[in-house]
Structures are given as C-alpha cells and as structure tokens.
C-alpha cells in the first residue's frame, strides 16, 4: 500500500526551528539539520505541528 | 569516528543545560559523552538570548567571557497597548543579551577541557533496553551508526526532548502550555541598553520584544500562545512596519521557535535516566527565558550523577535528589509564576494599560519578585472591576 501523504512542509517557509518535532504527541516528525521527515503512518492529522508552526510552512492534508 | 563502546554518561543536547551537566560530570570524574545532532553547536538560535546578572553569578560565577556577550543591559522598560510605559533601571548591569552562538560552542568547549567527550552532528536514535533496564543508546554520525552502553542517559534535548519522549517523560507540550515565536535579528537599530516589553493584542497570550546586542543590532520578536491562532510572522512584520524607529533597521537573521510556558516535567528521573534543561520544561512560564534555568539544573543534576559515580547506584532512588533539589529550590518559585502567566493571559488591553498606567517601577520589581499582594491591592484601589481575574494573586 502505497503511503498517503498528510503532512506536507513548504520547505519556501520553514525555518528548520524544530517546533512542530515539540508537540507531535506521536513522535512522527524528527529535525535534522535542514530536513524535517514526517511519518506518514504515524501521523494522526491532529494538526497539533501545523497550529504551532512560527512560519505556518506545515499544511495537513 | 572513534567512539568507545560503553561511558558513564551520555549526554543528548550540547545546550546549556547539556554542557553544563557534561563539565560537572567529566569533573567528578566520570567518562562522559555530549552529543549534539547539529553539525554546528550553537546554531541556529531559537531563542531571545537573554539572562539575567543573578543568573550567571549562580550558574556561572567564573563569568561569561566578553565574546560570548552582545550587550550588557541595565534595566527593562514595558510598554502598555495605550503606549504608557514603566521603567526599572539600575545603575549597574542586571542582565545580558548573549551571543550564543558563541556562548554554546564556549560551554560545549569547557566541558571538552573539563574531560568530556563531544560529538557534533550525532543524533541519538533511539535507546536501548536490556531486561527492563535502560542500559545504552544507539547513535548515527553523518553515515556512520553505533551503539553505546551507558549507566546514564541525560535528555538536554530542549524542546524536541524525542528521546525523554521515547523514554516515557511527559516532555511533550501542549499547545496551550506553549508560545510560538518569531524573531528577527535587525541592524542599524539604535537602543538603549534597556530590554523592551511590549504587552497587549500586538502579542496575544505572549509579548514583543526588543533585546539590544550592542553594535546597533538586537533581537526583535514576537511570542504569541500556542492556542491563540495568531500568526507570530504577521503580528511581528506588522509590529515593524508601524513604528517609525524600525525604517531603517535591517534584516540580519530570521529566528524562531516554540517554547514551554507550562509547568515543568513533574518526573525528572528514572532509573539510568535524568532530564534536564528545557527537555523537562524548567522555562520561566511569565517570559519564556530558560538559559539560567537550563545551567541550574544541569549542575544540580551534574552533582548527583557524580555521587551516583562514586557510589555505582544510578536507579531512580538515588537520581531523585535531583529531583528533589531542584523542587526545593526553584519548584515553588516557577509555581507562583506560572500563576501570574495565567492571570496576564486573561488581561485584554484596557486591562494592561489600566495596570500599567498604575503601577511604580517598584511594584514592577515586587512582581518579578513574586510579591504580588501589596501591588494588586493597590491596582484594584483604581480598578476595582479587576477583581475576578486579579484575585488569583491575592
């Protein structure tokens, strides 16, 4: 099955500050260096990451 | 890179609270390793860089050297929505706005020649357990992954805190118990050497802020509360945009981040692990600054890792005198304060300027002294209506 994308990042936005890896209560984002990797599977959509985002660069679909 | 296959210590977060906790430990003798996932410790900052002079000559009394400072500051000034604003400001200096990119790499440096190992651009994956017991971490440098074994593991993970997450700490933050912030680092900005507050809608549940750095430069930014769906970039733009004295000031850095303002992590310590720093949410909730706090716990916590060394007991029970030394002496403090951030985030902006427009500079301080009683009763004298949300800090 293929993996349905619900966390989309717009990289134009985001300042790699690691605010969203903060409140994901399912630990499904990680922030190395310049790269935010979301767990498509783990996530939820409980849109906790796109709320607190300081640049509003997460959008759940 | 080489690595040895088991330490006394492992440390998750060249921050503060991290380096601090490495030095005390590598000077009590123990095998530590620090680690940070970045490859620059340090950077990129996330953070207003501001501590107070009574922080540093409790975490820090060697002093901070000179490069690690942008400015140092003498007083605060506050500014209520109706413009009024209330000065406290000494003769002496009273705090400072770091640099710390530079002051990081110089923690993580003193832990090094205290006998730490330190390792940028290493993450820690995830822990390893053994018959119940956490007993080691597996790490990844650039290509290259590993294992660890360790008696300790030390979460100074700041905010992202995965592995106390990964642990079972309750280090995850709520979005009421969190502000997210904007900052820009701007040039050719003339201050004095005062930190400015701003209050009021311009920030709900949160504030504006401007920290001189020296050289004309300073961090100016914008906290707003996790709940409140304000957009921090828009709030802080808007905020530049209409006041003249930002016209010619430039852009040299975009900073931001998400902050706890909550209560701090109630357990701090399991067995062969300890949570430090931020990680554990030892924020001041009232303005979000944990630099000092961060330091504190790191050498309280340093101190009984040591004796834990000495005396080859790292289970929970031993590790609790952390715990219970920080609660004894900053547990109460952080209580009345993050009593006074839920009065404050009820206060709309008449209410501000009405408080504001009220108080002496000597109220302001009993306040940040936690001496609330004597200041609202005398607000409440002019503005009796204030009662139900003031009578909290009655």
Redesign the interface.
């Known amino acids: 099955m293929s993996e349905i994308e619900k966390f989309r990042l717009d990289e134009r936005k985001c300042?790699?500050?690691?605010?969203c890896?903060?409140?994901c209560?399912v630990?499904a984002i990680?922030?190395?260096?310049t790269r935010i990797i979301c767990d498509q599977k783990k996530c939820t959509r409980c849109r906790?990451c796109e709320?607190?985002?300081?640049?509003?660069a997460i959008t759940i679909i | 890179m080489r690595l040895m296959e088991r330490y006394d210590a492992v440390v998750v977060g060249a921050g503060p609270a991290g380096s601090t906790f490495a030095k005390i430990a590598a000077e009590g003798g123990m095998e530590v390793l620090l680690l940070d996932k970045k490859k620059e410790i340090g950077s990129p900052v996330r953070c207003g860089e501001g501590i107070g002079d009574a922080w540093v000559s409790r975490v820090w009394p060697q002093g901070i050297p000179s490069a690690c400072i942008g400015a140092r500051i003498s007083g605060a000034i506050v500014f209520a929505p109706n413009g009024k604003s209330l000065c406290i400001r000494a003769s002496h200096t009273t705090g400072f706005v770091l640099e710390r990119k530079i002051f990081d790499k110089y923690l993580a440096v003193e832990a090094a020649k205290a006998g730490a190992h330190v390792l940028a651009r290493t993450m820690a994956t995830s822990l390893i357990k053994e018959d119940g017991r956490f007993t080691g971490m597996r790490l990844k440098h650039m290509e290259e992954e590993f294992e660890v074994k360790t008696d300790l593991i030390v979460s100074a993970e700041g905010m992202e805190a995965r592995i106390a997450r990964e642990a079972g700490f309750q280090s995850l933050a709520t979005l009421y118990d969190v502000d997210t912030c904007v900052e820009y680092e701007m040039a050719d900005l003339p201050c004095e050497d005062l930190i400015e507050l701003y209050f009021g809608s311009i920030a709900p549940r949160g504030y504006a802020w401007v920290f001189p750095k020296g050289n004309q430069l300073a961090n100016v930014g914008i906290g707003v509360g996790g709940l409140t769906g304000a957009n921090p970039k828009k709030l802080l733009d808007s905020f530049i945009e209409k006041n003249e004295r930002f016209r010619k000031a430039e852009v040299i850095e975009v900073k931001g981040g998400v902050i706890s303002v909550g209560e701090p992590v109630k357990e701090k310590v399991k067995d062969n692990l300890m949570v430090i720093g931020t990680a554990a949410h030892l924020v001041d909730p009232t303005h979000g600054g944990g630099i000092g706090l961060a330091m504190e716990s790191g050498i309280i916590a340093g101190r009984v890792a040591v004796k834990a060394f000495q005396k080859k007991d790292f289970s929970k029970k031993h590790l609790m005198h952390y715990e219970m030394a920080w609660d004894a002496r900053e547990g109460n403090k952080l209580e009345k304060r993050l009593l006074l951030r839920k009065v404050l985030e009820k206060l709309n902006d008449d209410d501000y300027s009405n408080i504001i427009g009220e108080i002496s500079a000597d109220d302001l301080q009993k306040v940040l002294d936690g001496n609330y009683k004597s200041v609202v009763a005398k607000v409440l004298l002019k503005h009796p209506s204030l009662l139900k949300v003031l009578s909290a800090l009655l």
């Open positions: 300042i790699y500050c690691g605010g890896v903060s409140v209560p630990l990680t922030l190395e260096e906790a709320k607190v985002c300081p640049l509003k």
